[in-house]
């Protein structure tokens, strides 16, 4: 299992994404003479882009913001990071943390080390473990809003709006563009890379010794398609919540280093936001000619 460095300094990115590389744009393939016209998904919003080069390789109303749900993780993640995590501070969970409805791998009155709350944030997307994570920091709830939408303006996220740090209030939002630009900036760091690429992580509880074993909700990490080699995930988020139905934004690598993020809203299940995103590879990796 491939560890974070804790004790690196968090990475700081450029206040603007820069997509372009110099690498040389992929070219539209032609199929039987004839040009794709597109992919079938069942997800409302879609984006694909060529991390190589910056080039859009599909996108479906992309620059329309909606819910964006867990995928909100990625910024409180990126805050807590910028403020300086100290991997080993103890933070005992509150009643204040809880949130109705929340499944919690973490429970009231235990102490949980900052590293595994992070963990537990962004690998099964732990609601609770994602509020004292923000808690942990000293901001208020306000504050650590404040904090999220101005690391959104400093990336360039015109089209999104943070409200708080788990993404179960509809108000945090963002187009597929602007997500795109999250998971981008979001894997400059070595923690959130490393962590978003873990089937499993385990951790005891301070204290109590209790074994906490946490599962991804990143079912393609476990998919044959990627334990076999022949894709390599790069990391990325899952979200859910009814107003923003089923997302996911992921960025991956085939055997012959074409790497492609891909972000999927408002799909309408767990299986069809996945099937979507496979759908999304499939048609680019098949429609798109890469010159070495």
């Not at 794709?36 to 080069?53: P, T």
């Not at 910028?82 to 109705?100: C, N, T, W």
């Not at 963990?119 to 000293?138: E, K, M, Q």
């Not at 934004?249 to 767990?270: F, R």
């Amino acid at each position: 299992m491939n560890m974070p460095d804790w004790q690196s300094p968090p990475s700081r990115v450029l206040a603007t994404v820069d997509w372009l590389s110099g690498a040389t744009a992929p070219r539209k393939a032609r199929i039987d003479g004839v040009e794709s016209v597109g992919v079938r998904l069942q997800a409302k919003r879609a984006l694909a882009i060529d991390l190589n080069s910056g080039a859009i390789l599909y996108e479906k109303l992309s620059h329309e913001p909606q819910p964006i749900a867990s995928i909100t993780k990625l910024m409180t993640a990126m805050v807590v990071l910028d403020l300086g995590l100290d991997a080993e501070k103890i933070v005992q969970m509150l009643p204040s943390d809880e949130r109705v409805g929340a499944f919690t791998n973490v429970y009231r009155y235990e102490n949980i080390l900052t590293k595994d709350l992070l963990a537990a944030s962004l690998i099964p997307s732990d609601n609770n473990a994602t509020v004292a994570l923000a808690r942990s920091t000293g901001l208020s709830d306000a504050e650590f809003a404040a904090a999220m939408n101005q690391k959104a303006k400093d990336l360039g996220m015109a089209d999104s709006t943070f409200v708080e740090p788990t993404g179960l209030d509809e108000g945090n939002q963002a187009s597929a563009y602007d997500v795109a630009k999250l998971v981008y900036s979001a894997l400059q760091y070595p923690q959130i890379a490393a962590l978003t690429t873990q089937d499993k992580y385990s951790f005891t509880v301070q204290g109590s010794g209790r074994a906490v074993n946490l599962s991804s909700t990143d079912y393609l990490l476990s998919n044959q398609l990627f334990t076999n080699g022949e894709y390599k995930i790069l990391g990325g988020k899952t979200g859910f919540i009814d107003e923003a139905g089923y997302c996911f934004a992921v960025a991956m690598e085939n055997q012959a280093g074409q790497k492609v993020l891909g972000v999927i809203l408002g799909s309408q299940s767990i299986d069809s936001r996945f099937q979507d995103m496979k759908a999304l590879w499939h048609w680019v990796l098949n429609n798109y000619n890469w010159q070495n």
